[in-house]
């Protein structure tokens, strides 16, 4: 677990010193606000364990799903522009995080260089995984969305050491819309199309891939 929150292959010197950045150690039960828009920008965060989304306010006065993330993976980097956070944070279930206050990090990525990279190796991949969730809202049929999702979404999980052909769902049907740009009885209808059809089987937020190969044609005929 502690390498999910330091990088890895650092000196003993330099690990205590990270240790020091890592302020407090959290755990944050199923339902709660880690931060909404507005709340001041005092740190980062970084998921040990569990799961949470992301969500904005669209124009039209929506509550948009903005992501989902899990081990591994940074939350609150919307608020370095502005000094507050732009979104807002729940966990999908019982999980643990680390607090990295953004004024520790300033101070120790001067000195620490490997520290600087992960910071900048995990800063980046918000960005990618941003440009991903805008190129898959710009896909026209649902069926490729879903498919786009499940892909991504089991590849980030087999990263992790979990299984690379099911997955239990932590989101709802309607979370999953809201974060695809679907309605919860398009993303319902979709899965069953999809099972009928032998790419899945579904049950209840069990998926299990049974044709990868042909999901996998489905999304890349998106392209």
């Known amino acids: 677990m502690r390498q999910l929150c330091l990088p ?13 950045l890592i302020s407090d150690r959290r755990q944050v039960a199923r339902n709660t606000v880690l931060f909404k828009p507005g709340d001041p920008f005092e740190a980062v965060y970084l998921v040990r364990t569990g799961f949470f989304k992301t969500s904005a306010t669209a124009e039209d006065g929506r509550d948009q799903i903005t992501g989902f993330h899990m081990a591994g993976e940074m939350l609150g980097l919307d608020g370095l ?12 279930e019982d999980s643990h995080i680390c607090v990295v206050p953004y004024g ?6 001067r000195e620490v260089d490997r520290l600087r990279r992960q910071f900048h190796r995990l800063m980046s991949r918000e960005i990618v995984r941003g440009q991903g969730v805008m190129t898959l809202l710009g896909s026209v049929r649902a069926e490729q969305r879903v498919a786009t999702f499940l892909i991504h979404l089991m590849r980030r999980l087999r990263a992790r050491g979990f299984s690379s052909s099911s997955v239990v769902l932590r989101m709802t049907r309607d979370e999953i819309g809201s974060h695809l740009g679907l309605t919860l009885e398009t993303v319902s209808r979709t899965f069953s199309r999809m099972q009928d059809d032998g790419l899945l089987e579904v049950r209840a937020r069990e998926v299990r891939v049974l044709k990868p190969r042909q999901l996998l044609q489905l999304v890349r005929r998106s392209a």
């Open 81 to 92: 522009f502005s000094g507050a956070y732009a979104s807002q944070a729940v966990a999908l």
């Open 104 to 109: 520790r990090i300033e101070d120790m990525t």
């Open 8 to 20: 890895t292959g650092l000196p003993t010197a330099d690990v205590h010193q990270l240790e020091r």
